[in-house]
T-cell receptor
Framework: DVKVTQSSRYLVKRTGEKVFLECVQDMDHENMFWYRQDPGLGLRLIYFSYDVKMKEKGDIPEGYSVSREKKERFSLILESASTNQTSMYLC????????????FGDGTRLSIL | QKEVEQNSGPLSVPEGAIASLNCTYSDRGSQSFFWYRQYSGKSPELIMFIYSNGDKEDGRFTAQLNKASQYVSLLIRDSQPSDSATYLCAVGTGNQFYFGTGTSLTVIP
């Protein structure tokens, strides 16, 4: 089975901090995604990557950046954390096109104080 | 107008009944359609996907796609209490992929 592993299950940070969320997948998937999930708003795509060093903005990229230096690892960076970035963050990966996430990590519940 | 719309529910069905979950989408050019199940406090898991008009069956699950009417549905036969979850519809158009906000399903024993 594909395993998508997110580095932290729960994280508490302060406003203005630079925050790193790490995600690793072990099945050689080409595509990786970062979503955030908020009540009533559903899953919203922040960024996705279809290859190493390639990235595309999703629906809500403002305040975020990503890094994909190796195929298996996709990092989400909150440049200067703000309270409106408190959310559940989900990493996902997939092999096929058209693009869509097939396997999700367990999520990171991030609180910005 | 949202890209993908689902009735938020909650939808309640008795054990053994057929649960019918519906989803409409706004972009006629959409090409791929997915259903995910999400248990409370857990991540979504992919149930099935469909690309062509008609029905696609996988065990107790059937996805139905009608591109002319721009809707996709998920039928769950012989519903079990373990099927109680939120079901997310997602639609892919080119490199864009949109999720609905989900329908909450409760199967009553």
């Amino acid at each position: 089975d594909v395993k998508v592993t997110q580095s932290s299950r729960y994280l508490v940070k302060r406003t203005g901090e630079k925050v790193f969320l790490e995600c690793v997948q072990d099945m050689d998937h080409e595509n990786m995604f970062w979503y955030r999930q908020d009540p009533g708003l559903g899953l919203r795509l922040i960024y996705f990557s279809y290859d190493v060093k390639m990235k595309e903005k999703g629906d809500i990229p403002e305040g975020y950046s990503v890094s994909r230096e190796k195929k298996e690892r996709f990092s989400l960076i909150l440049e200067s954390a703000s309270t409106n970035q408190t959310s559940m963050y989900l990493c996902a990966s997939s092999l096929w096109l058209p693009i869509g996430p097939a396997d999700f990590g367990d999520g990171t519940r991030l609180s910005i104080l | 107008q949202k890209e993908v719309e689902q009735n938020s529910g909650p939808l309640s069905v008795p054990e053994g009944a057929i649960a019918s979950l519906n989803c409409t989408y706004s972009d006629r050019g959409s090409q791929s359609f997915f259903w995910y199940r999400q248990y409370s406090g857990k991540s979504p898991e992919l149930i099935m996907f469909i690309y062509s008009n008609g029905d696609k069956e996988d065990g107790r699950f059937t996805a139905q796609l009608n591109k002319a009417s721009q809707y996709v549905s998920l039928l769950i036969r012989d519903s079990q209490p373990s099927d109680s979850a939120t079901y997310l519809c997602a639609v892919g158009t080119g490199n864009q992929f949109y999720f609905g906000t989900g329908t909450s399903l409760t199967v009553i024993p």
